[in-house]
């Protein structure tokens, strides 16, 4: 059964309140979420061509929507097999690129799935981008490069959130993210 727009959306703020920001993995993600300037769109029975209208669609909107900080495309029933999403994570950022959006939007990665290029897959490190369902989530350039100014070591964040997540361990990573999905 395939859940309704509210209940994906719901567990995917959840996710993003109980992993995310709870463990600090984007000091900025808190910011957003309280301002309510993040907007979700559920893309049931998602097609790659489907996908990339979408894409092209959000890019619109946030062209001309400055109060929505950044977006997130979460794919309810698709791209459940990771290397399958990775096909579409691709393109995405082809288009991107295609479209002249470079330097203004990026696209970051998050699947249920997710591993790291040669990780192991129950590296605890990967669910740092384990999400409960399949999702490109669209940032805008400006953001992060105002986040750096506020943040000094804005690079550090991945290597601490890997450093984080292995020392809580595979088994701390898993309950915390499933219980998102409830």
């Known amino acids: 059964m395939i859940p309704n727009d509210d209940i994906v959306i719901n567990q995917t703020i959840e996710w993003i309140k109980s992993v995310v920001i709870a463990n600090n993995f984007c ?23 489907s996908c ?21 495309i979460i794919f309810s029933d698709a791209y459940s097999v990771f290397e399958d999403y990775l096909d579409v994570y691709d393109v995405a950022n082809e288009e991107l ?12 990665s998050f699947h249920p799935d997710y591993c790291f290029e040669g990780s192991d897959e129950n590296d605890p490190a990967n669910y740092t981008n384990r999400s409960i369902y399949p999702m490109l989530h669209l940032l805008r350039e400006a953001s992060i490069t105002r986040a750096m100014i506020n943040f000094p070591h804005i690079e550090s964040i991945p290597t601490n959130n890997i450093a984080f997540a292995r020392e809580k361990g595979l088994q701390y990573m898993q309950v915390l993210r499933n219980a998102c999905m409830k």
């Open 27 to 49: 000091p900025f993600a808190n910011k957003a979420i309280m301002q309510n300037s993040i907007k979700y769109i559920v893309l049931h029975g998602a097609t790659m061509e």
């Open 52 to 72: 990339i209208n979408e894409l092209n669609k959000e890019f619109l909107y946030l062209d001309t929507h400055e109060d929505t900080e950044t977006t997130f």
């Open 97 to 108: 690129i295609a479209k002249d959006y470079e330097g203004i939007y990026q696209i970051a």
